[in-house]
């Protein structure tokens, strides 16, 4: 397993940006396609965004399309969600996920590894 640490979330006025970061440790970094999930209070997990192994294949959900940006540096083994243009809907707790192979899923059941979250409040 990949041990996973959140960092970036904070209070930010809509309209502004964040950039969380995800730093990996444990097994092979590499190996591993990374996502990152967000919860609201009350509501279910939900899809964000995510990036293949090799960096070359993103994807998004509709809520964020445009505005998140993910990106991968796999010599430090951190995984980063650039977020802009946000809204007081994107607030939630933010978690990074990691999923064994090289092929990019949007499948909260294929990641084996997560993070603890990292709080984003946007206020309107």
């Known amino acids: 397993q990949v041990q996973l640490v959140e960092s970036g979330g904070g209070l930010v006025q809509a309209g502004g940006s964040l950039r969380l970061s995800c730093a990996a440790s444990g097994r092979t970094f590499s190996s591993y396609a990374m996502g990152w999930f967000r919860q609201a209070p009350g509501k279910e997990r939900e899809f964000v965004a995510a990036i293949s192994r090799s960096g070359g294949s993103t994807s998004y959900s509709d809520s964020v399309k445009g505005r998140f940006t993910i990106s991968s540096n796999n010599a430090k083994n951190t995984v980063y969600l650039q977020m802009n243009s946000l809204k007081a809907e994107d607030t939630a707790a933010y978690s990074c996920?990691?999923?064994?192979?090289?092929?990019?899923?949007?499948?909260?059941?294929?990641?084996?590894?997560w993070g603890q979250g990292t709080q984003v409040t946007v206020s309107s």
């Open positions: 996920a990691a999923a064994p192979g090289i092929y990019i899923t949007t499948r909260p059941t294929d990641f084996g590894s």
